[in-house]
């Protein structure tokens, strides 16, 4: 009797998972695939959406750039005017179609049909603006041709000066004097001084070289001497260089005429002077013409 109940259970448990098993393939399953594929298509509809309308974006936002660029092409004030409140409307729909839902239909559809009315603008003022540009392309061609020769023959009255300047350049370059072997050497009592604090003199020796092409006649030579400290060993005077007036050391008047010359300078040291570097420049006609420095210890 316990034989035939426990079989009759069994069999009775066999049957419900054979029934459970037809319902889950054949009803249950089937169902959430349903479900699962709305579900695919409907996120995939969203993204097409989201697509179209940022391609809409992309396309307002490039009639407002066509706008701005045609206005920049003209220069008839009333067809400004026109271009520009089509500018403004163009951005306000694209402000609208910010603001608006991927999946409202019914504005993606409005702004669609208003984008292509603008579109259709926009192609209208093109053909206006070529016109206007047939018009006047005649006068701007001759405009051109003249334009043209006049700047051609101004380049050539602007190269003929700038020869003119070139060549002026080259000869005042090469005529300038040129200070070379400069020397300076610190003087006691009638012999070269060995310390700073035995120096009563300072002589600076150099030769203004050979240029054949230097004006003959008498020539002021400046000497300045700076000292460590940055300050210039004043002589009592001042000269002219690059448009501003300089101290100088010491001054000599030389006759020039052509050849080397020697030149002898000499500052009289009236207080010790201190260690370090000194620089001498040396000035002649508006030009510095050479320079040196020399390092002296105590």
Not at 142 to 165: A, I, K, P, W, Y
Not at 192 to 206: H, P, R
Not at 248 to 260: A, F, L, N, Q, W
């Amino acid at each position: 009797m316990k034989k035939t109940i426990i079989i009759s259970v069994a069999a009775a448990v066999l049957l419900a998972l054979a029934v459970a098993a037809c319902l889950w393939f054949f009803v249950i399953q089937p169902k959430n695939e349903d479900l699962k594929q709305q579900d695919e298509k409907m996120k995939s509809m969203q993204e097409l959406a989201e697509l179209e309308k940022e391609e809409m974006e992309s396309e307002y936002a490039q009639l407002d750039l066509q706008y701005g660029e045609m206005m920049m092409q003209i220069t008839n004030d009333s067809l400004i005017a026109q271009l520009t409140r089509e500018q403004l409307r163009a951005q306000q729909l694209l402000e609208e179609l910010k603001q608006v839902k991927a999946d409202n239909a019914a504005e993606i559809t409005r702004l669609k049909k208003e984008l292509n009315s603008v579109r259709a603008v926009l192609r209208d003022y093109i053909r206006q603006v070529d016109s206007l540009n047939q018009v006047n392309q005649h006068l701007r061609n001759e405009n051109t041709q003249l334009s043209g020769r006049l700047e051609e023959s101004t380049r050539e009255n602007q190269n003929l000066q700038q020869e003119r300047q070139q060549l002026t350049e080259r000869v005042t370059i090469a005529a300038q004097l040129n200070a070379t072997a400069i020397s300076m050497t610190r003087m006691g009592k009638r012999k070269v001084a060995k310390k700073m604090s035995d120096t009563q003199t300072l002589q600076v020796n150099f030769n203004i070289a050979r240029n054949v092409t230097a004006e003959n006649g008498e020539r002021t030579i400046y000497v300045r001497i700076m000292t460590p400290t940055g300050s210039v060993l004043f002589g009592g005077g001042y000269f002219n260089y690059e448009n501003r007036q300089l101290e100088y050391s010491m001054r000599k008047t030389i006759e020039y005429s052509g050849e080397e010359t020697p030149v002898v300078v000499y500052w009289n040291v009236e207080e010790t002077l201190m260690a370090g570097d000194y620089h001498v420049s040396i000035f002649a006609d508006g030009n510095m013409i050479g320079d040196k420095t020399f390092s002296y210890e105590k």
